[in-house]
């Protein structure tokens, strides 16, 4: 009896020593992530002191025609306008900025090219090893802007609704301050966008003139240059600030 009972006090020192053993282990790995966590929202807030919206977004929604729904934690931006009995709705999504389409012309070369493995193996053998570290920053900077005078490819979603008579949707993408229309979807009322029986034709198949007055019939509802040069700002900048949040929201969730 003796013998069995120290046996279990043997065990349950074992078991509370194995509890405090995992306990520490985790306040340790708790603290290095909090901190790493910190140290990443320092060093945002340095690269971008600034976190106002820049002013060509700011001007575009002061003075353009669409009202915007953003909620913190969203990666989707909503505008809204009313044209005559049309109610018109674009939205867009902040993921754009971290994945580029694998249907859209890129003006950048891709990892297969021969051209950009030429550059790469030129940098990573050049005898000055702080030269080929700063070109080495410098594309990575450059990823998302692109070359001069390029942005990256935005889709945006357009909803050109009239009461009782359904809805369009068309598909569109904004780069380099135009709109490209990739497709022109009708969806009668009751039904949905994403019903598989709705057909729509390929965009780039239509005659070049229905293709024209398409574009021309967006443009007349604000589907335009303006916007094309304002998704990509706010989206950048929307970005960064939920980036900023989601570390504090984690950082925050880790210390409860």
Not at 171 to 182: F, R, W, Y
């Amino acid at each position: 009896m003796e013998a069995t009972t120290c046996a279990a006090g043997r065990l349950r020192l074992l078991n509370i020593e194995s509890v405090c053993r995992v306990t520490n282990v985790s306040i340790i790995v708790d603290g290095e992530l909090i901190a790493k966590l910190e140290s990443e929202v320092q060093l945002e807030k340095d690269q971008n002191p600034d976190e106002k919206m820049p002013v060509s977004a700011k001007d575009y929604l002061e003075n353009g025609p669409f009202k915007i729904t953003d909620a913190p934690g969203s990666e989707i931006v909503t505008l809204t306008r009313q044209f005559g009995d049309e109610q018109i709705t674009v939205t867009f999504s902040t993921d754009d900025i971290n994945a580029l389409e694998d249907d859209v012309d890129s003006p950048y070369p891709s990892e297969d090219d021969p051209a950009l493995a030429d550059e790469q193996e030129s940098q990573s053998s050049s005898s000055n090893p702080a030269e080929a570290t700063g070109a080495a920053e410098a594309e990575e900077d450059d990823e998302l802007s692109g070359p001069e005078g390029t942005s990256y490819p935005a889709r945006i979603s357009v909803k050109v609704k009239k009461p009782g008579q359904g809805h369009l949707d068309i598909g569109t993408i904004a780069q380099d301050g135009s709109i490209v229309v990739e497709s022109v979807l009708y969806v009668p009322e009751g039904k949905k966008s994403d019903d598989v029986d709705l057909y729509s034709p390929e965009f780039g198949n239509l005659d070049e003139d229905l293709q024209i007055l398409l574009e021309r019939y967006l443009d007349e509802r604000g589907v335009n240059t303006a916007l094309a040069l304002f998704v990509p700002d706010y989206i950048d900048w929307k970005e960064q600030r939920e980036y900023v949040r989601w570390l504090g929201a984690v950082k925050g969730f880790v210390e409860a």
